[in-house]
């Protein structure tokens, strides 16, 4: 099957076939009103000129900071391994696998993936992902909305600011109501409160809470999913998945859906996507569950092969029945996750969260003794807020002096006086002593200069 | 290649039967629109007590390469639902008048069964 595009006699052809002149009759439903002219853009260049120009963009990136910045997006150290099988042709530039016949590497990478996140959650149905934790968080609030019957759902405010944003905007149209959860001093969802409101008012769809939350805290999942199972609703657990090697996992904890955003997973931080969309749920909800899914089966000659199954329930069949519009998946992101996974293996992937967690502790002591103390009371794993006077100000300095330091909770919580002075910092196996010295000197020597000095 | 078409019921143009008992109903649909479909992979019922118009939607049947609503002949209220079609959604295909049976209702206005096409009617519809 050739490639090249069309000729000016195919286009004759075509053009022929259907009856009209030119290709512009075909937009003629389209009100003048609202078509484009053209678009403004330089002309062609000599690939030197563009190599040379795209550089100098890229330059302006800053890769020489000592980075603490988490808040849903890790740093960690990716095997070479990932971007050998990523590169390889067959998977870099191969189509969704609509032809089983055609395409059993793509879906047998895709099973492997799915198996490797049903093994991490415990949940036995995955799907072979979203765009990233934003979609897959709001597909999830969806999937309690239609296996309830209910409109009402329940998220806590520290599920990650991006996620709970984009389900308001995935539920905005007047018939759902999305409720967030206050959280307590600690740290973690108010517990009382979700009783309270799973008690008063319309029957709740979805209990939502994030695993580490979004201060990287640690939720009582448990109890929650008990509140949330109680009163009929679904309790839905926001993962961050090298977390799953060392914490319980939402099957563990009665979780009915589990979503989260799969790029600690093998694949760059790469200045915000793309990400992969985790996306696992229990065996009951798997008509619910949106998304391509990949099963085993057997050939006419009873080899083993791959197939999309469960077809019917997505759009391109269900159309306006279906549960969603998705009609894809992040294949090579969940490549790169299934290819990490697989050269880690689960020592390894312990040995990254254990890793991060013991630096961490160490980022926290040198911290606090530079004068900025944890917010919160409660347990966490590699993520953390602390306090500093004024923190946004703070950030700006530390940045001037190579350190990210983490992100100022301000941005997320305008409104919040108590988070105004508080930055959400991590550490990962990749974090080195040094970083941690030299963000803890730095860190010191802003507190104690004057606004003036710290301005300059 | 015909397919069995049972005297005795009412059918709709929509390909659904309907065994009326007096104001007692059993709907399905027909041998004909089982092998329109293919097999059938999954059949997506209504809550029993549910309230159905004439000829809206009470379901989802779901075949490999299709999902179609399942419109009722009648208005009225379902009494049960076939349970075994949940494990079981191939015996729409195998037996679509006996155990691929979907819904029981009771009929609201038992006169408007006669309404519609009897069998040799339906013969003629899906003849052509």
Redesign the interface.
């Known amino acids: 099957m050739p490639y090249g595009p069309h000729t000016a006699d195919d286009r004759g052809q075509m053009l022929a076939a259907l009856g009209i002149d030119s290709v512009d009759a075909l937009f003629d439903d389209i009100p003048a009103s609202v078509r484009a002219s053209g678009l403004d853009l330089p002309g062609p260049e000599p690939e030197l000129l563009l190599a040379r120009r795209l550089e100098g963009l890229a330059g302006r990136n800053r890769v020489d900071l000592a980075s603490f910045l988490g808040a849903g997006v890790y740093r960690h150290f990716v095997p070479a391994a990932v971007d050998q099988v990523l590169s390889r042709g067959e998977f870099y530039t191969a189509y969704t696998p609509y032809q089983p016949e055609v395409s059993q590497g793509t879906l047998q990478t895709i099973f492997e993936y799915q198996s490797l996140l049903a093994e991490l959650t415990g949940l036995p149905v995955v799907s072979a992902s979203h765009y990233d934790g934003a979609a897959a968080t709001a597909e999830a609030v969806l999937m309690t909305i239609r296996a309830t019957g209910r409109n009402r759902v329940l998220i806590s405010r520290a599920v990650h600011r991006h996620y709970v944003d984009t389900t308001v905007t995935y539920l905005s149209g007047g018939r759902y109501v999305l409720e967030e959860l206050p959280t307590a001093d600690d740290g973690t969802t108010d517990l009382d409160a979700l009783e309270r409101a799973l008690a008063e008012g319309e029957p709740v769809a979805g209990v939502v809470l994030g695993q580490p939350n979004a201060f990287g805290v640690l939720e009582p999942m448990a109890q929650a999913a008990a509140l949330a199972h109680a009163a009929g609703a679904r309790f839905v657990a926001v993962v961050e998945p090298v977390s799953l090697a060392v914490l319980a996992t939402p099957a563990e904890y009665g979780a009915d859906i589990a979503a989260g955003e799969g790029q600690p997973l093998g694949i760059a931080p790469q200045y915000g996507g793309p990400y992969l969309g985790i996306l696992a749920c229990a065996n009951e909800l798997i008509r619910q569950i949106p998304g391509r899914l990949v099963g085993r089966a057997l050939d006419l000659d009873g080899r083993r092969a791959y197939v999309m199954t469960l077809r019917a329930r997505e759009q391109d069949i269900r159309r306006d029945k279906a549960a969603s519009n998705i009609c894809t998946n992040q294949a090579l992101c969940a490549l790169a996750a299934t290819t990490y996974l697989a050269v880690i293996g689960p020592h390894g992937l312990r040995d990254v969260a254990a890793g991060g967690a013991a630096a961490a502790r160490k980022l926290e002591r040198a911290l606090a003794a530079a004068g900025a103390p944890r917010i919160h009371g409660g347990a966490y794993l590699n993520e953390f807020c602390v306090r500093v006077p004024d923190a946004e100000r703070v950030h700006a300095a530390l940045l001037e002096r190579g350190v990210l330091a983490g992100l100022a909770m301000a941005r997320w919580f305008p409104r919040d006086a108590a988070l105004r002075d508080a930055l959400l910092v991590c550490a990962t196996e990749v974090t080195s002593d040094d970083e941690i010295e030299k963000f803890a000197s730095s860190l010191a020597e802003v507190l104690a200069a004057s606004p003036a000095q710290v301005a300059a | 290649m015909t397919t069995e078409v049972r005297d005795g019921l009412r059918y709709t143009r929509d390909h659904e039967w309907l065994r009326a008992e007096g104001d007692e109903g059993v709907i399905g649909i027909t041998a004909f629109a089982a092998d329109e479909l293919g097999d059938i992979?999954?059949v997506e019922l209504p809550a029993v007590g549910r309230k159905l118009e004439k000829a809206g939607s009470f379901g989802?049947i779901?075949?490999?390469?299709?999902?179609s609503?399942l419109y009722a002949p009648v208005a009225g209220e379902v009494t049960a639902v076939n349970e075994a079609l949940n494990a079981s959604p191939e015996l729409v295909n195998s037996d679509p008048y006996g155990d691929g049976w979907m819904i029981r209702v009771r009929i609201d206005d038992p006169a408007s069964a006669a309404a519609l096409l009897d069998a040799d009617a339906y013969r003629e519809l899906t003849a052509g």
Request: charged residues 30%; hydrophobic residues 50%.
């Open positions: 992979v999954f989802v779901e075949s490999v390469k299709t999902a609503d």
